[in-house]
């Protein structure tokens, strides 16, 4: 697509609850990155994915949050268990890895609310 | 590990007013990317710089990349009500995690009452 695209732009759930996130990176873009942007707060890091590499896990808050990656492309993030601190904009982030590749492409995010 | 210290938090603009904002780091970077985010958007990217001392222009906002590499400052010139917004930057330094970059926590922009 033109642009990374996330679903669902919006979504509420349930304390307890389980929850995917949805991107869908810029085509061929190699690197894949989530953060979490809590209200009029700065980005925070959560996962970054490279290739075929290991992904960088190191930001995950805790072991109720993953994230896969198929095929190179899509990536899914899970939280499991939601709870009410976790609401915030989900962002998913692609880029070119080598030449322009710390640029980092930006979807539009997903807002959830945890009730 | 890392940090990096965006300045100011945030301030208020008048129209045509000219506007400065930096970031500092711990450690020496060999990027610096400047974002805005408007309100229910992700960031978009605004300037990008690559060698210590790069001095790059988009329209009325500059940027440099600092000769110490630990610094990157973004100037808005003659500012407009749509520039109101967050401004972040963020730098990729050598090894660590998180894809080696880090981001500030913004400065906000805002028109002045």
């Known amino acids: 697509g033109a642009g990374v695209s996330q679903s669902p732009s919006n979504k509420v759930t349930e304390k307890g609850k389980d929850v995917e996130l949805r991107c869908d990176p810029i085509?061929?873009?190699?690197?894949l990155y989530w953060y979490r942007q809590s209200l009029g707060q700065g980005l925070e890091f959560l996962i970054y994915?490279?290739?075929?590499?290991?992904?960088?896990k190191s930001g995950l808050p805790s072991d109720r949050f993953s994230a896969e990656r198929t095929g190179g492309s899509v990536s899914t993030l899970t939280i499991q268990r939601t709870q009410q601190e976790d609401s915030a904009v989900y962002l998913c982030?692609?880029?070119?890895f080598g030449q322009g590749g710390e640029k980092l492409f930006f979807g539009s995010g997903t807002q959830l609310s945890v009730l | 590990g890392q940090q990096l210290n965006q300045s100011p938090q945030s301030m208020f603009i008048q129209e045509g007013e000219d506007v400065s904002m930096n970031c500092t780091s711990s450690?020496?970077?060999?990027?610096w990317l400047w974002y805005k985010q408007d309100p229910g958007e992700g960031p978009v990217l605004l300037i990008a710089?690559?060698?210590?001392?790069e001095l790059t222009s988009n329209g009325r906002l500059t940027a440099q990349f600092g000769i110490t590499r630990k610094d990157s400052f973004l100037n808005i010139s003659a500012s407009i009500p749509s520039d109101v917004g967050i401004y972040f930057c963020?730098?990729?330094?050598?090894?660590?995690?998180?894809?080696?970059?880090?981001f500030g926590k913004g400065t906000k922009l805002s028109v002045k009452p």
């Open positions: 450690s020496i970077f060999n990027t």
């Open positions: 982030a692609s880029s070119l």
């Open positions: 994915f490279q290739g075929n590499s290991a992904p960088d």
């Open positions: 963020a730098g990729r330094g050598y090894g660590g995690s998180q894809g080696n970059l880090i």
């Open positions: 085509s061929g873009h190699t690197a």
């Open positions: 710089l690559y060698k210590a001392g």
